[in-house]
T-cell receptor, first 112, second 113 residues
């Protein structure tokens, strides 16, 4: 089954404790992206990657890092999480110029 | 990156009613996608519109792309509780080595039985 998986689905952590949210896709897509979704602000892009070892900032990259060492994986790293990073995070993938972005199920992160 | 305005922000209707939600921009869209997001899940693509004036139908959903490609609408006929969800429009930019989706804030639709 074609899918995008994210782990964990739920995470509660404390300020400053480094964390990683994993994202994996099994569709051989070149393009992968991270979004955060907040009430009243919609979906905003954090980082994206056009292919292995090619990453670029989206609209709200501050406080986040990503890496793309393999085509299927695109982890989101929060080196020092802060409460304003409490949000619902989505990973997505697609073929370049493809018709559809496939989204993962989301990771709800709470930083206290 | 252009600003996408979706309206209304919230919509609560009874089963069987018709409704229309809108997506507007001050600039021309290259192409536009509509997604539906159900509670606890990621968005799922409903349709892509590319050509000005284009109309696409998906069962009870009708999508229209404005002639000038600056607006789009989604009309649902005889809404059902299963239509409940967040409806998002997204501009697709694809050019050269760049590819990006920019989303509107969405319309949260509730269809009451």
């Amino acid at each position: 089954e074609a899918q995008v998986t994210q782990n964990p689905r739920y995470l509660i952590t404390v300020t400053g404790k480094k964390l990683t949210v994993t994202c994996s896709q099994n569709m051989n897509h070149e393009y992968m992206s991270w979004y955060r979704q907040d009430p009243g602000l919609g979906l905003r892009q954090i980082y994206y990657s056009m292919n292995v070892e090619v990453t670029d900032k989206g609209d709200v990259p501050e406080g986040y890092k990503v890496s793309r060492k393999e085509k299927r994986n695109f982890p989101l790293i929060l080196e020092s999480p802060s409460p304003n990073q409490t949000s619902l995070y989505f990973c997505a993938s697609s073929s370049i110029g493809g018709n559809e972005q496939y989204f993962g199920p989301g990771t709800r992160l709470t930083v206290t | 990156t252009q600003l996408l305005e979706q309206s209304p922000q919230f919509l609560s209707i009874q089963e069987g009613e018709n409704l229309t939600v809108y997506c507007n921009s001050s600039s021309v869209f290259s192409s536009l996608q509509w997604y539906r997001q159900e509670p606890g899940e990621g968005p799922v693509l409903l349709v892509t519109v590319v050509t000005g004036g284009e109309v696409k139908k998906l069962k009870r959903l009708t999508f229209q792309f404005g002639d000038a490609r600056k607006d789009s609408s989604l009309h649902i006929t005889a809404a059902q509780p299963g239509d409940t969800g967040l409806y998002l429009c997204a501009e697709v930019y694809s050019g050269g080595s760049n590819y990006k989706l920019t989303f509107g804030k969405g319309t949260l639709l509730t269809v009451n039985p």
